[in-house]
């Protein structure tokens, strides 16, 4: 059965509730097939990172709580092994997650001046899942840690297919 087709004082046709909520439902679903699409794998994003530099495990500590009950605020610290000097040190550490939507958390650029390569915040996980640091060192190598959190209450709630 279809809607009587309704006109407006200017004589243009108006759309039923059922147009309206067709339309509003077939961009939803458009709006979260390009999100889903758009969002790069965890390797993709490190590969970003790296420009496809081989990543070595190693000289890079992440620390975070196996078990999380509230995936809101999630205290991460990440440790470097670096003598931080002119001429070796630390240039950029990257936060990666497995599941989030965004698969990059942050990057942190650093120097000689640091004094010490250490990183610590707080970060947001939508569920359990994987997260990596990467380092990038100023001889041009790239090292990393991987960490697995169990989250019991999930944060980022979205399309976590």
């Not at 699409?37 to 495990?57: D, E, H, I």
């Not at 610290?77 to 950029?92: K, L």
């Not at 060192?137 to 297919?161: F, Q």
């Amino acid at each position: 059965m279809t809607e009587p087709t309704t006109r407006d004082p200017l004589g243009n046709t108006a759309l039923g509730r059922r147009a309206v909520l067709a339309g509003g439902i077939g961009l939803l679903v458009l709006a979260l097939s390009v999100r889903a699409l758009a969002r790069p794998s965890l390797q993709q994003a490190v590969a970003g990172f790296t420009g496809g530099a081989p990543v070595t495990a190693g000289r890079v500590k992440l620390t975070l709580p196996p078990l999380v009950e509230n995936g809101n605020a999630v205290g991460v610290t990440i440790d470097v092994e670096s003598p931080m000097t002119a001429q070796s040190h630390v240039r950029r550490i990257a936060l990666f997650n497995e599941k989030n939507p965004q698969a990059d958390i942050a990057v942190f650029r650093l120097g000689p001046h640091n004094g010490r390569a250490r990183i610590a915040t707080r970060i947001r996980l939508a569920t359990s899942q994987t997260v990596i640091a990467v380092a990038e060192l100023s001889d041009g190598t790239y090292w990393s840690s991987e960490a697995n959190v169990i989250v019991t209450l999930a944060a980022c709630i979205e399309d976590l297919t």
